[in-house]
């Protein structure tokens, strides 16, 4: 027994937090451009995320208690960092901010400015600044709540003490809210009645719409849901709802309006939950589509990356498509890669996937094996027609059977409707002026398009030609990193939080996966292992890939007194484009959780 005081702990470095600029200025201030000296003697939490990405929004809503708990010392900065083109124009911003209900100051920072001061690599990425301007801490992914708590804490006292904290408000302003029926739709479905089932996502309800898709006939739900968004007609005419930000299914019956919870637990899946078993005892990840296929509810199960079934006759689930890893991979179902797939679409033979993040329309056959029709992985998207294997799309969201075997596409950030004909492996746009489109319904040979940021429905006549629109290429908006050729040392930097310790009570508490594209890029060191580095070779013969690297950390509280400490999981997938250069760094450091040093 060791009876010798505790180590003092380790004095934080201290690194002067760069100053926060961005060509698209600030939302949620009232008009005020805000700099870090007008901050000082608050505590500065930067939240760099992008509005496509889900684990962003997962973090979101994991920030919401810590905000208003301490909104007095606390100023939480969203720092918006665009993936995709259309995440840079402005309105899309403005229109995020208050989709998905972000009630602190945002700066809109389309170039990347900030991100490149603060040398982040990963949506989402947040930053720890101290009342007198100085960076204490960095995490990326989800799952740092806690640990951001409890340094916020360590913070307040620290500098209460020195007299540097100042308490009071913040520089949050709300911005007057909008009328109008909808507000960001998500999803529709055609009622047995013949009228549209809509769900209104930002409002947390389901709106029923006559036949002209205009006039309300009611509203449904309210205080039930949570940003839901997909919607699917069982058998019986009930309705099966993914309540994203629930993490769960509820299903409706339009007759009665009763909704009935039967999926999930309300909290979300992390690695190393059960992926089977009773429905309403299994954890789900944002659901974002549902649809009725083969005899079971198949689900987008865009926050892991997955495809997972919900059988109504045995009232279980079970991962049906997916390995959680993010990116765009074929094979059979066990085996393959998505990332954050967000529409579903049925026929006899196969079940369309709007696989989002790889801007791609994807497919799975009745053998269970996964397909692409359009696109290539996480970093490539455009506006360009033709044949498939060329084609681009941006960012779609959902996807429309059509009754010639060819699927219609919501490109959700091209502002169009697309269409994929199987037969002729031909991409060609139906309709441009859309609005960031979610999903689309066919009504009596029309499609009737869910313009989610124009607050409507449009009904449109499928033409019989195609509209002709000049071929647009993009790639992300990210440099790459440069790297020396031959050995390349990956260092994934994880600092358990203050009062808390690496669980390894049942085996090895951290994991890292490491892959690459091309596949030819790695010579050695791709595939998973438990240490949170790695040695890699890099082929002389590549010059540019991709890096696709996930980690998880799982942390316990540290008191020998309690028997049953809370633990928490820490994780999050990285891509990281590379270039590799004579003068490129030999090692490449990825923050988890701490700081570099």
């Known amino acids: 027994m060791n009876d010798s005081a505790p180590a003092p702990a380790p004095r934080r470095a ?12 600030w939302l949620n201030t009232g008009g005020d451009d805000l700099t870090l000296a007008d901050l ?36 939480i900065i969203g720092v918006h960092s665009p993936k995709f083109v259309h995440e840079a124009e402005h309105q899309a911003v403005v229109d995020a901010v208050e989709r998905y209900e972000v009630h602190h100051p945002v700066l809109d920072d389309p170039e ?62 709300a911005p007057e809210p909008v009328a109008t029926d909808l507000r960001f739709p998500g999803k529709a479905v055609l009622l047995a009645n013949g009228n549209l089932l809509v769900s209104d996502t930002t409002r947390h309800q389901l709106v029923e719409l006559a036949a002209d898709g205009e006039t309300v006939v009611r509203r449904i739900g309210e205080g039930v849901f949570r940003e839901p968004q ?17 993490h769960s299914l509820r299903v409706l019956d339009p007759e009665s309006g009763g909704i009935e919870l039967v999926a999930g637990t309300g909290r979300q899946w992390w690695q190393g939950s059960p992926t089977s078993g009773p429905a309403l005892e299994v954890d789900l990840s944002s659901p974002w589509d549902v649809a009725w296929w083969r005899g079971k509810v198949w689900i987008a199960m865009a926050g892991v990356h997955q495809l997972w079934t919900y059988d109504p006759e045995t009232g279980t689930v079970e991962v049906a498509a997916g390995t959680t890893n993010e990116g765009l991979v074929d094979g059979p ?19 369309w996937i709007a696989d989002s993040e790889t801007s791609a329309v994807r497919w799975i056959d009745t053998e269970g094996v996964v397909h692409t029709a359009v696109g290539t992985g996480l970093f490539d998207f455009g506006h360009r027609d033709g044949a498939a294997g060329q084609a681009l799309l941006q960012h779609p969201l959902g996807v429309t059977a059509l009754p010639d075997g060819s699927v219609a596409v919501s490109d959700t950030y091209n502002h169009a409707l697309r269409r994929y004909d199987p037969a002729t492996g031909e991409v060609t746009t139906l309709a441009t002026d859309l609005r960031e489109p979610s999903g689309a319904v066919l009504v009596d040979g029309d499609i009737v398009v869910v313009e989610s940021a124009r607050h409507r429905l449009t009904r449109l006549r499928l033409p019989e030609e195609a509209v002709q629109v000049d071929a647009v290429a993009h790639r992300t908006r990210r440099e790459a990193t440069e790297v020396a050729p031959g050995r390349l040392r990956l260092d994934v930097v994880f600092q358990a939080p203050t009062g808390q310790k690496l669980d390894d009570r049942y085996g090895p508490s951290t994991r890292l996966l490491v892959s690459s594209t091309p596949p030819e890029l790695l010579v050695a060191g791709e595939g998973t292992g438990t240490d949170l580095f790695r040695e890699l070779d890099l082929n002389p013969e590549i010059t540019e890939g991709v890096l696709h690297v996930s980690a998880m950390a799982a942390s316990c509280d540290d008191d020998p007194a309690n028997e049953y400490p809370a633990c928490h999981v820490h994780q999050q997938d990285w891509g990281v484009p590379l270039k590799i250069t004579a003068d490129g760094v030999a090692r490449l450091p990825l923050i988890l959780a701490g700081m570099d040093g």
């Open 40 to 75: 000082r003697g608050k505590i500065v939490l930067l939240d760099f995320w992008t509005f496509c990405c889900v684990n962003c929004l997962h973090v979101l809503d994991e920030l919401r208690d810590l905000e208003e708990k301490h909104r007095d010392t606390l100023v």
């Open 333 to 351: 179902a066990a085996e393959a890669w998505f990332a954050q797939p967000s529409g579903l679409a049925a026929t006899e033979d196969r079940l």
């Open 230 to 246: 997909g919607l699917a007609t069982l058998p019986d005419g009930r309705v099966v709802v993914a309540d994203t930000v629930n």
């Open 112 to 173: 990347l400015a900030t991100w490149k001061q603060y040398a982040v690599r990963a949506w989402p990425t947040l930053v720890v600044i101290d009342p007198e301007g100085y960076v204490v801490a960095q995490h990326a992914g989800e799952g740092h709540a806690n640990a951001i708590r409890t340094l916020v804490e360590e913070l307040e006292a620290e500098h209460e003490a020195k007299g540097t904290l100042r308490r009071g408000d913040g520089p949050y302003v």
């Open 14 to 25: 201290r690194v002067r937090a760069p100053e926060l600029i961005g060509k698209g200025g």
